[in-house]
């Protein structure tokens, strides 16, 4: 198992040419406002304050780069779906999200989060077949096990891949965790560590 020996903010943007220079494996979290990026971030690298997380949703607006044990990094990215926000605003996130997510080229995965109390949702539908259709591999993490049961979970997972399978060939692999009590998060670690190994830089 993969321990954290250090976890530090690196920079926050939202143009590509200020990014890290991408010579150094990369994992992403994006999903709905709210449904917990920043927590998660904080439980898997066990800082509480390293991510800002809020009750108010909305609290993420740029790209946060955070460098993991001087090896790897970390993105806590802006929520979708903020009802909030002006259309301009919506407009621009997928703007220069979408630019992320296509170009970036150390990215080796995305994880896309899900709250696991809840149905399968369109938006969070269709921010997989978006992905989807543009061959961005991803791995799915349903949020907040510790708000219900397991069983309840376990068949909105369930539905949830059921959606997908309409679309997919394949389904994604998926984690059930919680920021709350770290369910899941060394799992999520593990993954990282294996596809660490494999990173080589391309030319
Ligand atoms: N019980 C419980 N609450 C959680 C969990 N994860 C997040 N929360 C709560 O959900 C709220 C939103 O968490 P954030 O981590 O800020 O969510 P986010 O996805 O980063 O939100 P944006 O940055 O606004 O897109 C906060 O009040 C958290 O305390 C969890 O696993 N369990
Ligand atoms: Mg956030």
């Known amino acids: 198992m993969m321990m954290i020996k250090s976890a530090e ?13 991408p010579l150094l494996p990369e994992y992403a979290f994006i999903g709905r406002s709210n449904v917990g990026k920043s927590s998660l971030i904080n439980a898997i690298t066990q800082r509480k304050g390293l991510a800002k997380t809020s009750q108010t949703p909305g609290k993420t607006q740029l790209i946060n780069h955070f460098l993991i044990n001087k090896d790897w990094y970390l993105v806590d990215l802006p929520g979708y779906g903020y009802a909030k926000t002006s259309r301009d605003n919506r407009a621009e996130w997928g703007k220069f999200i979408k630019k992320y997510l296509f170009s970036r080229e150390n990215l080796q995965c995305v994880f896309v989060l899900i709250d696991s109390r809840l149905k399968p949702q369109k ?9 989807g259709d543009k061959g961005i591999p991803f791995i799915l993490i349903f949020t907040k096990a510790d708000k219900q049961s397991h069983l309840k979970s376990d068949q909105n997972i369930v539905l949830f891949h059921k959606a997908l399978a309409q679309w997919f060939e394949e389904i994604p692999a998926h984690y059930l965790t919680s920021a709350e009590n770290r369910l ?20």
């Open 184 to 203: 899941g998060c060394d799992d999520v670690l593990t993954l990282i560590n294996d596809v660490n190994l494999k990173f080589t830089i391309e030319h």
């Open 123 to 131: 938006i969070d539908l269709d921010f997989c077949y978006m992905l």
């Open 9 to 21: 903010f690196v920079c926050s943007n939202t143009k590509m040419d200020k990014l890290p220079p």
